[in-house]
C-alpha cells in the first residue's frame, strides 16, 4: 500500500540507496551485536524477524499506557472516504468500523475477510449481484448513539461526491453505479439525501447492495476504510479528515496537519461489540517529521515505538539498526512488485522480441543491488504477481530464468532477440525515472549500464516524481518523450489479481491522463480472463485464473520485474502482540498493538 498510493494505488516510498546495499546485506547476515542468532536480545526486544508473519510477545500486552508512532509523513487524509495511503487504511480502523475487515492474525490469514459492523459475512443471491448484511447489536458512535444501515449507506454515497471528495478510491462508485447516474449525497435531491439506489435499507439494522453485474470481489472492497460509516450531521464536508467522528475505540483528542496525531479512548465504544479490536493502549500518538533520520534516531533512541509509515528504515538508520539492534527488526515483504514496463506506443518496443531482449540483456543481481540487495530490496522478481495475492507462485513461476540462469543477464539470449526483432546491431531508448525516487534512479542507471553491453543504448530522464499521472499516465506524451522503458512500482488495493493487475493490464483501464497501463496491453485473452474472474464465485476457480493471468502478462514480454520488496521495520523493545500482515501489504497490523509495560 507509497505508504503513498498515487493514482489509485499504494505506491510505496523507498529511501534505500545502492552504495549500502552491501553492507546491509553483510550486517543483516551476521547479526547484531545483542542479537547474533536472531532470537531474544538483552535488551528485551522479540529478535529478528519474530514478528514477520507470526505474533511476537502476544500474551505480554497489557492494557493501558501511550502507543507512540513515528512518521516522516503525515497521511493524505484522515477522512476514510479520502484516504489512500496504505498506513492510513491501516491505522483508520482505530477510529473506524467496517462491515467487514481483515482477520486479525498474521501473514496471509490477515488477508482473509472476518465480520466487523456486521454479524457475519455477506448472504450473498442473486448469482452474485446481491449483498444483505445485519449490523451486530451494541455498535455506537462515540456520543453513544447507534450506528445504523444509513449511516454506513451515507459513509459509502460520499465516494460519489469526487468533486468535493476526491483523492480516495472509487472501487464502490465503479461496482455500484458504473454508469456514474448518481451524483453523490452533496448533490442528491431526496429529502434524506440517501437516493443512491443501488443500497437498500430496508431497517436500521440491515443493508442491502444491489450490484448491476456480479462482481466476486465486491466484499474485499466493503473491507476497505472507503466503506465507513459516516453520521450525516457530523459529515462536515472536505473539513471531515481534521476531524472524524469515531464508530471506533478511539476517537480523535487534538490533531495540526504534519505535525501531530493524538488519539484517546472513545469511552462509548464496546468491547462486546467489537470481536475485531483489543484497544490495549489507553492514548495513540503520532509526531511527524520532516527528515527520516532525524525520525530514525528517535525509533533507535526508543522515544517512538514504531513508524506509521511502513515504508522501511532510512539507509543511514537500517545500518545502525541492523549493527546494534537487530533484535528490533523484521524483513516483511511488503507486497510490492518493482519493475520496468515497456509501452507498446514506442518503437521497438512494439515487438516482442525487442522487449524479450532488454529482458535478458538485464543484470538482475544488479538492479536487485541497487534496490537494497536482497534484505532491503527484496527477491529477484520473477513475475508480476506480489505474493500476497492468491495465485501467486512467487520465484516457482520464473518463465526467463531471471533468477536462475539469467541472473546475470544473458548477453546470448539479448542479441537473439535483437537479430529477431529486426535489430541486429541494438537500437536506442529512453528510461524514463522519477526524480524524487534515488532507488529507481539507481536501478535505472543500473539497467542502463547492463543494456549498452548487448548495444541497447538507453539514456535516463528523470521526470518530476510529483507529476506522474500527466507524464507517464499520458499515452501521448509518452510517445512523444521517446520513454521506452518506464521505471515503477504497485501494489495490490486489495489482495486479489483484480485488487492489483485490472488498472494494469484490462484494456478497458487505457486512459488518456492518469493511465496506469503503461504497456497499453490489450490482449483479448487478459481481458476475457478478467471478465471470467468477476462472475467466478468460488476461491479455487479465483486462483487459477489469477495465476493464468500472470502467465499471459508474462508471456507477452511487457515488464522486467526487478524485485519482490521487502522493508527493513522496527520495533521498540516495549511493544507486544506485534505482527506483519498481508491484508496491509507486510506493515505491523497496527489495530491490537500493545505495549509491556504501561508507561
Not at 12 to 17: M, R
Not at 328 to 350: C, E, H, M, T
Amino acid at each position: 500500500m507509497t505508504t503513498q498510493r498515487t493514482s489509485g494505488r499504494r505506491k510505496q516510498a523507498l529511501a534505500a540507496a545502492a552504495a549500502v546495499a552491501a553492507l546491509l546485506t553483510t550486517a543483516a547476515c551476521g547479526g547484531g551485536d545483542d542479537d547474533s542468532n536472531g532470537g531474544g536480545s538483552k535488551t528485551g526486544a522479540a529478535g529478528f524477524d519474530a514478528a514477520n508473519n507470526k505474533v511476537a510477545q502476544a500474551s505480554l500486552a497489557k492494557k493501558g499506557g501511550t502507543l507512540k508512532f513515528g512518521g516522516a509523513q503525515d497521511a493524505d487524509s484522515w477522512d476514510t472516504t479520502r484516504g489512500y495511503y496504505g498506513f492510513m487504511w491501516n491505522f483508520a480502523r482505530y477510529y473506524s468500523r467496517q462491515l467487514v475487515t481483515g482477520k486479525t492474525e498474521p501473514g496471509k490469514a490477515g488477508a482473509e475477510l472476518t465480520p466487523d459492523l456486521a454479524d457475519g459475512l455477506a448472504k450473498v443471491t442473486d448469482d452474485g449481484k446481491t449483498y444483505t448484511y445485519h449490523l451486530r447489536d451494541g455498535v455506537t458512535w462515540e456520543d453513544g448513539k447507534p450506528i445504523t444501515s444509513k449511516d454506513v449507506k451515507y459513509g459509502i454515497e460520499r465516494v460519489w461526491a469526487q468533486d468535493v471528495l476526491s483523492g480516495g478510491p472509487t472501487y464502490l462508485k465503479d461496482f455500484l453505479d458504473p454508469k456514474g447516474t448518481y451524483k453523490g449525497p452533496y448533490k442528491d435531491t431526496s429529502k434524506d439525501k440517501l437516493g443512491l439506489k443501488a443500497i437498500e435499507t430496508p431497517d436500521d439494522k440491515t443493508i442491502v447492495f444491489h450490484l448491476p453485474k456480479a462482481n466476486s470481489d465486491f466484499e474485499e472492497v466493503l473491507g476497505l476504510v472507503s466503506a465507513s460509516p459516516v453520521r450525516q450531521d457530523k459529515d462536515t464536508k472536505s473539513k471531515y479528515g481534521l476531524h472524524p467522528f469515531s464508530s471506533g475505540p478511539y476517537k480523535f483528542a487534538s490533531y495540526s496537519p504534519g505535525k501531530d496525531l493524538t488519539l484517546v479512548r472513545n469511552e462509548n465504544w464496546k468491547q462486546a461489540s467489537d470481536p475485531i479490536r483489543k484497544a490495549y493502549p489507553d492514548k495513540i500518538t503520532v509526531k511527524f517529521f520532516s527528515d527520516a533520520n532525524q525520525l530514525d534516531q528517535r525509533l533507535l533512541n526508543g522515544d517512538l515505538d514504531l513508524d506509521i509509515n511502513q515504508t522501511g528504515m532510512s539507509p543511514q538508520g537500517r545500518t545502525t539498526a541492523l549493527k546494534q539492534h537487530k533484535a528490533n527488526l523484521d524483513n516483511p515483504v511488503s507486497g510490492y512488485i518493482r519493475y520496468a514496463v515497456f509501452p507498446q506506443s514506442v518503437k521497438p518496443f512494439d515487438n516482442i522480441h525487442c522487449r524479450k531482449a532488454v529482458i535478458y540483456g538485464a543484470d538482475h543481481v544488479s538492479l536487485q543491488t541497487a534496490r537494497g540487495g536482497p534484505v532491503a530490496g527484496g527477491d529477484i522478481g520473477t513475475n508480476m504477481l506480489p505474493p500476497s495475492v492468491p495465485g501467486a507462485e512467487g520465484q516457482k513461476y520464473d518463465p526467463y530464468e531471471l533468477a536462475g540462469a539469467n541472473k546475470n543477464g544473458n548477453a546470448a539470449k539479448a542479441k537473439e532477440e535483437l537479430k529477431a526483432c529486426g535489430k541486429p546491431s541494438g537500437f536506442s531508448t529512453t528510461i524514463a525515472v522519477r526524480n524524487n525516487k534515488p532507488v529507481e534512479v539507481a536501478t535505472a542507471q543500473s539497467l542502463q549500464a547492463s543494456l549498452k553491453k548487448v548495444g541497447i543504448n538507453a539514456q535516463i530522464d528523470q521526470y518530476d516524481g510529483s507529476q506522474t499521472a500527466g507524464i507517464i499516465g499520458s499515452p501521448s506524451n509518452v510517445k512523444k518523450k521517446n520513454y521506452g522503458i518506464i521505471i515503477m512500482g504497485w501494489g495490490p488495493d486489495f489482495p486479489t489479481v483484480q485488487g492489483f493487475g485490472l488498472p494494469l493490464w484490462d484494456s478497458k483501464y487505457i486512459l488518456q491522463s492518469g493511465n496506469n497501463n503503461y504497456a497499453l496491453i490489450k490482449d483479448k485473452t487478459i481481458d476475457g480472463l478478467f471478465d471470467q474472474y468477476v462472475t467466478t464465485l468460488d476461491d479455487a476457480g479465483k486462483t487459477k485464473i489469477s495465476s493464468d493471468i500472470n502467465h499471459k502478462v508474462m508471456e507477452g514480454g511487457y515488464y522486467l520485474p526487478f524485485v519482490f520488496e521487502k522493508f527493513i521495520n522496527w520495533r521498540s523493545n516495549n511493544l507486544a502482540n506485534v505482527y506483519t500482515s498481508d491484508n496491509y501489504s507486510g506493515q505491523y497490523d497496527f489495530v491490537n498493538l500493545g505495549l509491556k509495560s504501561a508507561k
